[in-house]
């Protein structure tokens, strides 16, 4: 475990506030010297919530405080331990008689399993509920509490339970009314041109099974579009599209019988179901665009600066790998590009892009400045095949089509363990932010 001056190193940011920065001021002292208990699991967190703030305080405030609060070392308990779990699988040979499957690292929640999520190792005393949630979440959340762990930790719901259906009906009639009063216009001169390319780039996203379904495409065409009118600074970018299936997906779940999204069939969730789940889609994925909408305004200037950030990291982490794609003209640009603009999401099995957002979510900064460290652990984890391959078009066809079909939630912790090594190694010279 590092010690404390090295986990003060690790948080150091350019023009940055972070976690313990001079001038932030420290939570208010408890108002009873009474340890309290630490919710272990998301039954006890949500009971543990309706209380835990004035039904008056802001939901945006305390949500950014608890990003903050985020403990390190928790997640670097995280870390080391995948970390380790790794490394003795790798040194233990399977016996001769009998080779064993590979085994999932221990903190890869089972599907199906029990409903805790990660046990938390802080030492504080007074925890803030949404800060807990946090910390459970990074390491995988279940299945059957994810669409609400989504919405706490995207910000979208409050942490006061008893607020929650106000906040619900309020945004998804505020939705539905945005549907009434912009969606006719797109076939406007001014709109058609956006719309029609919404309904170009939608049939060629996967899950086919799911999306093709004539009411999941109207569901997307609608949220697409709406998002673009609302935000004219950058309007619609091929790209934002992949952004919305992992909401969707995870919301639809709540509503259907078969244990894969990828195959269910729509048209058998209520009506009323299905318009909760496209405007909580909408509102979320709104929320993690506010966060990064630089990837998308003209030229993309957010994406342009991420992939100059990784291929700078890169050189500074692995100088064979990074000479290797120099030597051979590779530029990360070709395959990076897109790593940044859909988040990994066209990657990746739609399954695995889920568990990496449920840390992405519980990561400060975890869409944007955490995903650097991800997409380096991502390239770096085939240093392998990318040295052993020295022909131009050869190494760009790997990048741009990494074998991961087979990937589970055992390999995305894995990469995302070592993206977190990588955070605490580099993130205290952060050259890579200054380009």
């Not at 313990?20 to 208990?37: F, H, I, N, Q």
């Not at 009906?169 to 945005?178: D, M, P, S, V, W």
């Not at 709104?286 to 909408?293: E, M, N, V, Y």
Request: net charge negative; glycine share 4%; proline share 7%.
């Amino acid at each position: 475990m590092a010690s404390d001056g090295a986990r003060k190193q690790f948080w150091k940011r350019s023009n940055s506030k972070v976690p313990g920065s001079p001038g932030k001021a420290a939570p208010p002292a408890p108002a009873t010297p009474l340890k309290a208990k630490r919710p272990s699991t998301f039954q006890e967190f949500e009971s543990s919530t309706s209380d835990a703030w004035d039904a008056g305080e802001d939901e945006d405030e305390l949500l950014a405080m608890a990003a903050e609060s985020l403990n390190t070392e928790v997640v670097m308990e995280t870390a080391h331990r995948v970390l380790r779990n790794h490394s003795q699988r790798q040194e233990r040979p399977p016996p001769r008689e009998a080779p064993q499957p590979r085994a999932e690292p221990a903190l890869a929640p089972a599907p199906g399993g029990d409903l805790r999520l990660v046990k938390s190792v802080s030492e504080s005393h007074t925890p803030c509920p949404a800060e807990e949630l946090r910390k459970l979440s990074w390491s995988g959340i279940p299945k059957a509490v994810r669409p609400i762990t989504w919405k706490l930790l995207s910000g979208y719901l409050p942490a006061n339970a008893d607020r929650r259906p106000a906040t619900l009906q309020r945004k998804q009639t505020e939705y539905f009314a945005f549907i009434e009063r912009y969606y006719d216009s797109r076939n406007d001169e001014a709109h058609q041109d956006t719309f029609r390319q919404i309904h170009i780039d939608i049939p060629r996203m996967s899950p086919e099974a799911l999306l093709l379904q004539p009411g999941v495409t109207e569901i997307f065409e609608r949220i697409l579009f709406i998002w673009a009118i609302r935000h004219p600074a950058s309007g619609y970018v091929q790209g934002i599209n992949d952004l919305v299936t992992p909401f969707f997906v995870v919301f639809i779940c709540e509503h259907i019988e078969e244990d894969d999204a990828d195959a269910a069939d729509v048209s058998r969730v209520p009506a009323d179901a299905l318009h909760s789940v496209e405007a909580d889609t909408f509102w979320c994925v709104s929320r993690l665009l506010d966060g990064i909408q630089d990837n998308y305004t003209f030229a993309q200037p957010g994406i342009q600066m991420k992939v100059r950030m990784l291929e700078e990291l890169v050189s500074r982490i692995d100088e064979h790998v990074h000479r290797h794609l120099e030597r051979h003209e590779v530029r990360y640009l070709q395959f990076a590009f897109r790593w940044m603009n859909n988040l990994l999401t066209r990657e990746l099995p739609l399954r695995c892009a889920v568990r990496l957002w449920d840390t992405y979510q519980a990561e400060p900064e975890g869409f944007s400045r955490f995903h650097l460290y991800v997409c380096a652990a991502f390239l770096l984890s085939w240093r392998k095949e990318i040295l052993e391959e020295g022909d131009f078009q050869e190494l760009l066809l790997f990048l741009q089509n990494l074998p991961t079909a087979h990937w589970g939630d055992g390999d995305v912790s894995l990469l995302l363990a070592e993206a977190y090594r990588l955070k605490f190694a580099f993130a205290d010279a952060p050259s890579h932010y200054k380009k």
